[in-house]
């Protein structure tokens, strides 16, 4: 089992496929996906090494990111690599769903587990605003069929902006009413590239979450291979909320994942200063060098985030490693 200085354990593996992404979202790539390096991604073999040795390092959950990871051709073979690495219980994935209506089956068939989809407004046109892309009804059909599968759990990631969508918590409230998803609010967080934008439109969750206590919704219990959401569920509700609040007291305590790039590269945090390169160790069939490598790695790992010191790392927008 993965373990830091700290005591902490790590079951859950956040694995990028690709930096590149379609969407212009205002809080992470507003002038669209801009290429700085050799796109040297993680090939389909050496994701499957990935896979493996974090396997048998005892993680157990799988989330596939990008950037858009669905604009890599081979994801569904990705999904099923990962779904039959032994160890693996679980494999989910993180979309902005821009097609999700004609890629929904093949990854359900995959075997994928556990399907995140970004929705950052329900207004079709203030969707429009903050992605560039007028896709949301497109991507509602698309969790539909998903839900309709019975095949895997949904979430829908909601990135808060003062401006955009903070004051509409109750049209998303209405929408769990009759609908079997968890709407995951989520702090924007400040990365190399946004601050001003941050400074503008961050609304802290710890309001959010008040308001749902005293409307009578009540703590679910948090699984070991859970990500860092507080949820909420109420009794007349088939939909629940989830809550990340990177700002809040103690966040970092139950950090239980880690984060492989696109480029192959190991971070210990969402805002470390620069990946560490596992690239050398993925070239061959044998993961025991890259096992140990990934181990001694672990030392470097930090108690929290520096965020609140304002400090983001190398981190210069959420794209680069999937959130």
């Not at 109750?170 to 009413?177: E, G, M, N």
Request: glycine share 6%.
């Amino acid at each position: 089992m993965l373990t830091d200085n700290f005591g902490r354990k790590f079951y859950y593996l956040r694995l990028s496929i690709t930096d590149v992404c379609n969407f212009r979202c205002n809080y992470c790539l507003p002038d669209g996906y801009q290429c700085d390096h050799d796109r040297d991604f993680l090939s389909f073999a050496e994701i499957q090494r990935v896979a493996k040795a974090f396997g048998q390092l005892g993680t157990e959950k799988i989330r596939i990111t990008g950037g858009e990871p669905s604009l890599r051709k081979d994801l569904p073979d990705i999904i099923a690599a990962c779904k039959q690495t032994e160890h693996i219980k679980k494999v989910a994935l993180t979309s902005n769903g821009y097609k999700l209506p004609e890629h929904i089956n093949p990854w359900l068939d995959a075997g994928l587990d556990a399907l995140n989809i970004s929705i950052d407004s329900l207004d079709p046109r203030q969707f429009h605003a903050i992605t560039g892309h007028d896709k949301l009804p497109k991507i509602l059909k698309g969790i539909d069929m998903a839900l309709a599968s019975g095949k895997t759990s949904v979430k829908i990631n909601t990135v808060l902006m003062r401006e955009f969508n903070g004051y509409d918590i109750k049209t998303y409230l209405d929408w769990l009413k009759d609908t079997p998803v968890t709407l995951r609010f989520i702090e924007l967080m400040q990365t190399g590239d946004n601050q001003d934008f941050f400074n503008k439109q961050h609304v802290q969750a710890s309001r959010i979450k008040q308001n749902l206590l005293l409307d009578g919704w009540l703590p679910s219990i948090r699984d070991k291979s859970s990500g860092p959401a507080q949820e909420f569920y109420h009794p007349d509700y088939q939909g629940k909320v989830g809550l990340i609040m990177p700002y809040s007291k103690d966040f970092c305590n139950t950090c239980n994942r880690l984060r492989i790039s696109a480029l192959g590269k190991l971070h210990l945090c969402l805002f470390t200063e620069a990946g560490l390169s596992l690239k050398e160790y993925l070239q061959q069939d044998d993961v025991e060098p890259l096992k140990q490598q990934i181990v001694a790695m672990m030392s470097d790992k930090k108690a929290t985030h520096f965020l609140h010191d304002k400090i983001t790392g190398a981190t210069k927008n959420l794209a680069m490693l999937g959130g």
